[in-house]
């Protein structure tokens, strides 16, 4: 056997494996996904509604930026304030904040200021500034791009009935107005984000957050030493969750899927925030995001589909390719239309496949690409574990 026959035949054998590896992932979101649908719902205990503290961080002026605030003003809940903080007074968020709190007098919100953030994550220094301020003992953090329905507050609040709960977390669908590559970010959002969540809350339960949306206790947030603990890390949302539940509370994942907006509408600032997040994924969580690579299906199918063509067999390369393309396909209708409710990525999961070929290159890139990264117009870079270093202008 030459070295030519030995390179397709790995190309192959390495082609097979992924698609094998790839589909039994897809098995295990399907698993995920029914478990996760089994135990929605519940009786809601109308006589729980213990009052909340809504903490928006903001910075700048962003697409939508005003609806989404005013969808936390028009809770269905009896007692709620919401605080807004930004770095200055002159911030355009705080500005689109004022606006809506003049629509809505009767909602109790106020603004803070924080000024220039002394830790390197400086979200986590806002949150820890409203934390302090804040009038009752249960958080709801919410990102300024996240939009919710009146609903939204008595669903997260909910699982606090139990004291062995100590964080509520969400899943969320991508929404955008926007073009192919913002479409494209979000489809990520809603089907490749979801699936990993739900595969490993099926195998370990919620050892992590999600950002766009956590409820915690204040006495949860003090027991793990506070936001300034985590205010090192890029990956914030994620290091809180995992100390949570290594402190011995339950992180329970949230039935209510929240809106998600993307901010990125042109290619380049897509690529380069779904490129932060890998790289930053390979610092978090290094043996999880190794193993990610089994889990993508179209670039073993292109694998398979070039090795059998040199091979003479280029029918089972197309049918190899066509069922990874397939693969996703399907996923993508199952996740988007019975757990996230996105009927757009539904209608558009022919596009999806495409999704997964650049989760992959995303993926490959984040052993290969700078440490630094860009973020709210800071510039950072990523250190082991996934700390954060601010880098001088």
Not at 96 to 116: D, F, N, Q, S, W
Not at 168 to 185: D, F, I, K, N, Q
Not at 340 to 360: C, E, N, Q, T
């Amino acid at each position: 056997m030459n070295v030519s026959q030995i390179a397709v035949d790995c190309l192959i054998g390495l082609g097979v494996f992924g698609i094998i590896t790839s589909t039994i992932y897809s098995l295990m979101v399907v698993a995920g996904l029914m478990r996760f649908r089994r135990n929605a719902g519940g009786a809601e205990d109308a006589a729980f509604r213990p009052p909340v503290s809504v903490l928006k961080p903001v910075h700048g002026d962003e697409p939508d930026l005003e609806q989404n605030l005013a969808s936390f003003f028009e809770q269905d809940y009896p007692e709620y304030e919401v605080l807004f903080c930004a770095r200055q007074e002159s911030d355009l968020g705080l500005a689109a904040a004022r606006r809506v709190m003049a629509r809505y007098p009767r909602v109790k919100a106020r603004i803070l200021t924080c000024g220039e953030p002394p830790w390197p994550n400086a979200r986590t220094f806002s949150l820890e500034v409203m934390r302090r301020e804040a009038q009752y003992p249960i958080l709801v953090t919410a990102d300024s791009d996240v939009r919710v329905t009146p609903d939204y507050l008595r669903a997260v609040v909910q699982p606090m009935r139990d004291p062995k709960v100590g964080m509520v977390t969400s899943l969320y669908r991508g929404c955008t107005r926007h073009g192919l590559w913002a479409r494209l970010e979000a489809m990520g959002m809603s089907v490749e984000m979801t699936s990993g969540v739900l595969v490993a809350n099926m195998l370990e339960g919620m050892k992590f957050a999600l950002g766009p949306s956590m409820v915690m206790r204040q006495s949860t947030v003090k027991k793990i030493g506070g936001y300034e603990k985590v205010a090192q890390y890029y990956a914030d949302d994620f290091v809180l969750g995992n100390w949570t539940a290594a402190a011995g509370e339950i992180v329970v994942l949230s039935h209510y899927v929240v809106e998600h907006h993307v901010l990125n509408a042109a290619f380049k600032s897509s690529i380069a925030h779904q490129q932060g997040w890998a790289t930053s994924t390979r610092f978090s969580r290094p043996m999880g995001h190794l193993g990610e690579v089994l889990t993508y299906a179209v670039p073993f199918g292109l694998l398979a589909w070039i090795g059998m063509a040199l091979a003479g067999h280029w029918g089972w390369g197309l049918g190899l390719l066509a069922f990874t393309i397939l693969d996703r396909v399907l996923l993508c209708v199952l996740v988007s239309s019975l757990v996230v409710h996105d009927s757009i990525a539904m209608r558009k999961a022919w596009l999806y496949p495409l999704r997964d070929l650049m989760g992959f290159i995303f993926w490959l890139r984040s052993y290969l690409a700078s440490r630094k990264l860009r973020y709210r117009g800071d510039r950072y870079e990523l250190l082991p574990e996934g700390r954060l270093r601010k880098l001088a202008e």
